[in-house]
């Protein structure tokens, strides 16, 4: 398969010059300095919608006819590309419909309302709302527009690297989160077709990565399931437009865990002054991780979006904690006797360590009735205060569980 033409990439980025936004590519000295690179973090959380989706949604659309417009257009999505429909939809004035998973968030429901789109709630998961959307598409005579295994919504993701091609022409790296595969297909496209050598990293979560393995096959591999914060990547197979596309341009693939992921939303929000969703900071975790290749001096690194749902921030944002040492949680077993519970907080209290939480209990099942069991997490400064504090903790006959 060769790649989508650079010119249709130009043509896309032409047309929607109305409607999305050039981002900016911030080069960041803090990151810069953790990762001994030059960093750049283009900021597609600052996107329409909160992400790169509505490039490839607009680019797709504005590729109807007359007739097709009239009718509509459909897809199925939980998150980003729901709502990058639903608003190139409304700037184009075509209807859009998105059926959206029924356990799907409140607040990405309602954005994607908020652009005008009719929300169908179907289904337990997302293959089940695709499932749903292709019929209705079928019976209804709509467009369906897929999130990445469409070479015109490819074409639209691609004008993200032209764009960084003009903010950066000597970049040497650029690192693509990739779930579907759709924008590395893009961003591939438009790198080899203006003539750009600059390597190109991968990088998906561990807990959705198929990528490496279909490389590896010379074929796409299907998992079994999926498992990560990341839920903007949490898909079982690249699509097979964009795997035809990338398999033999990618440089590199790389997996980051959830705990490097958190830790990364973490520094963008503190230190970058930037919201990223999980999914969008995966390449910010891929160059703190050292897992970029060594030769890599002058990177950019996508940032694809910002759009996290409140309730899973909260969790990133202690999980992120955990992984710096800045929060640690752990349980221990006193003697149910006066002045214990006192001896273990002076304890904490000489490392100079805050509670943040205790919780003490008496009638834990398989506790000795002389024994009391205590769950504590504390503010810490780092890993070496935590080494501090276990350190003391066993030196005071405390034993961590």
Not at 173 to 185: E, K, S, Y
Not at 269 to 275: C, D, G, N, P
């Amino acid at each position: 398969m060769p790649l989508v033409p650079v010119e249709e990439i130009r043509a896309a980025r032409q047309r929607a010059v109305e409607v999305v936004r050039t981002t900016p590519l911030d080069r960041s000295q803090t990151f810069s300095t953790l990762c001994g690179r030059e960093i750049y973090l283009k900021l597609e959380n600052l996107q329409k919608t909160g992400s790169f989706k509505v490039r490839g949604a607009l680019n797709k659309i504005q590729h109807l006819d007359d007739a097709a417009r009239r009718r509509g257009v459909i897809t199925a999505s939980a998150g980003n590309h729901a709502q990058g429909v639903a608003y190139a939809g409304r700037m184009a004035g075509v209807p859009v419909k998105v059926v959206m998973p029924e356990p799907a968030s409140f607040s990405k429901v309602e954005a994607t309302v908020s652009y005008g789109a009719e929300v169908i709630l179907h289904g337990r998961d997302y293959g089940e709302a695709y499932e749903k959307a292709s019929e209705l598409a079928s019976a209804e005579g709509l467009t369906f527009v897929h999130a990445f295994d469409d070479a015109e919504v490819i074409a639209g993701q691609g004008t993200l690297a032209l764009e960084l091609l003009e903010q950066l022409p000597d970049l040497d790296t650029v690192v693509v989160p990739v779930g579907g595969g759709g924008l590395l297909a893009g961003v591939v496209s438009a790198l080899r077709g203006s003539g750009s050598r600059a390597r190109v990293v991968a990088v998906q979560a561990a807990g959705a990565s198929s990528l490496a393995p279909s490389i590896r096959a010379g074929r796409r591999v299907e998992l079994g399931g999926v498992d990560t914060i990341a839920d903007g990547l949490a898909t079982r197979a690249v699509g097979a437009l964009p795997f035809e596309i990338v398999a033999r341009e990618v440089d590199l693939t790389v997996e980051v865990t959830d705990a490097e992921i958190a830790e990364s939303v973490l520094l963008l929000l503190e230190r970058a002054k930037s919201v990223a969703e999980a999914a969008g900071a995966v390449g910010v975790a891929a160059c703190l991780c050292e897992r970029l290749p060594a030769n890599a001096r002058k990177v950019a690194v996508i940032v694809s979006g910002g759009n996290i749902d409140m309730n899973l921030l909260d969790r990133i944002i202690n999980l992120g904690l955990a992984q710096e040492g800045r929060f640690y949680r752990f349980s221990t077993r006193l003697a149910d006797r006066p002045g214990e519970l006192q001896r273990l907080v002076s304890c904490i209290a000489a490392c100079r360590a805050n509670i943040h939480q205790i919780r003490h209990e008496r009638s834990q099942p398989g506790l000795a009735l002389t024994a009391a069991s205590v769950s504590l997490e504390l503010e810490t400064r780092g890993r070496e205060h935590v080494a501090e504090i276990e350190r003391a903790l066993r030196a005071a006959g405390f034993e961590i569980l």
